[in-house]
């Protein structure tokens, strides 16, 4: 398994999280990150939550800030702690393709929290 930070795919960063079983841990962090930047997600994340609607709903709570609130997008990047760099070298076809990838960067960052804190 790659390091957390090498973690490229989706795929990749769901086998991680399944493969350390912090996948409660990790659903909570996100939760935690979001309430904090005040981005409401459409459902309540819990446990029972799967990855493939965990994933749905970050894009679509994404898609909407952007598209809405510019200032809400920036502080949840702030919050979450996305890099700066990771955003900059995306290369977006459409604000839809864009909201997909950051979510990814927000994913792999609510992951790389977990599995810090779970190690360390």
Do not use: G, H
Not at 27 to 49: C, W
Request: hydrophobic residues 45%.
């Amino acid at each position: 398994m790659p390091a957390p930070q090498n973690i490229t795919t989706a795929s990749q960063l769901f086998l991680a999280v399944k493969e350390e079983n912090l996948y409660s841990n990790r659903i909570l962090q996100t939760a935690k990150d979001f309430q904090l930047a005040s981005v409401v997600l459409e459902e309540e994340l819990n446990i029972s939550t799967t990855p493939e609607k965990l994933v749905t709903l970050i894009e679509d709570a994404v898609y909407a800030v952007i598209q809405k609130d510019t200032v809400s997008y920036l502080n949840l990047l702030y919050i979450i702690d996305v890099p700066e760099k990771a955003i900059n070298q995306l290369e977006p076809e459409n604000t839809e393709q864009f909201a997909k990838d950051v979510a990814f960067l927000i994913l792999k960052r609510c992951w790389l929290k977990v599995w810090y804190k779970a190690k360390y």
